[in-house]
């Protein structure tokens, strides 16, 4: 089942964590390897805490664990890393820098 979601990116605090163990480890990959949204999006997915799904759009494609978390329904948020950047394109509308907020992306449940 694919559903359209506006993905915004971010840092997180646990991430910050993560940073300081050092970008290979594993307190960072749990921080960056994760997708949130609503607990209304969820339950109309039939996602429960931790269950992976497959984020997609014309840039890329990713596969992680989604978990609730304080956000309106149909925004999906993910900390900025390597998995979110896959999600983020090269267009820089003449800006230098892709845009990391308002991505439209499909996601589907697996």
């Known amino acids: 089942m694919l559903n359209q979601f506006i ?7 646990k ?5 300081h163990k050092g970008k290979h ?3 960072y990959r749990q921080a960056v390897v994760r997708a949130e949204m609503s607990g209304p999006d969820m339950e109309r997915l039939g996602l429960s805490e931790g269950q992976c799904v497959r984020i997609v759009n014309d840039s890329g494609r990713v596969e992680m664990p ?16 390597p998995e979110a950047n896959r999600l983020i394109g090269t267009d820089t ?9 308002g991505q ?7």
Do not use: H, W
Not at 7 to 13: D, K, V
Not at 93 to 101: A, F, L, R, T, V
């Open 7 to 13: 993905l915004i990116t971010g840092r997180t605090s």
């Open 15 to 19: 991430q910050a964590i993560g940073m």
């Open 25 to 27: 480890s594993e307190t």
């Open 66 to 81: 989604v978990f609730m978390a304080n956000l309106p329904d149909g925004m999906l948020f993910i900390p900025m890393g």
């Open 93 to 101: 509308q003449g800006k230098g820098m892709p845009s990391y907020k």
């Open 104 to 110: 439209k992306v499909e996601v589907e449940t697996i």
